[in-house]
């Protein structure tokens, strides 16, 4: 039976290699967070998406994914055809929805994807249109994201670029390096030296799976050409030197 729906259990960690490249899907996508954190950008619009958010992207639209942790949860897709009510406002959006559930919504969300991940295993498609009906009824078009915050991200994990320091970044946008942080810290609950730091870390992690790279080319590479405090820095941050984790 071809149901015109998939629903996967998300489980991943680890950072995103250089190779992953943006896609688009026919069909709607979607995701649901139960932990962790993931930057998804989506039509050139940078997305955080945290525990608690349902996520909705319409057909056709292009998705990259540039940094995940320790997310669980949910994603999968569907079509139009599979629905018994494809009248919902939120099919009719062209943009990406991003809606967060808070408290008792956000568990009961989590036990209705549960139990249609069981459902999706025993193909009852009965169950899981009656499930997508209550989900698409809850969600609603509109929300915009904060545009420095977005701008930010944007500009540290963009492909091939150096991680700069928080200063240079508030040059770029036109704003204090005060106001840069504060607006990212409350976007998204990290400092903006954190994100620049996690860019670092995947740049490192990536290139150092390649022994013919050598370790004074991934510091500079990442923005701190002073090897010796580039080999501290990682090893605070992941507690082995360059060389162990390469080894290992």
Known sequence: MKLNFTLNTLKTSGYIPFDKQAQRFPVYAYCFFLEGEALVEIEGQNLLISPGQFILVPPGHSIEIKYYDGCQGYDGSFTLEF????????????SFIQQSFWFEDAVFMGALLQRMSAAYEDKDRTFLQSAMDLILGQLRPGGKVAVVSERFLQLVFEKDSIPLSVAEYAAQLGVTPNYLNKTVKSRTRRTAIDWIEIARLNIAKNMLKDPSVSIADISARVGLPDQSYFSRFFKKKTGQTPSEFRNA
Do not use: M, Q, T
């Open 83 to 94: 629905l018994k009510d494809a009248s919902y406002p939120v099919l009719r959006s062209e």
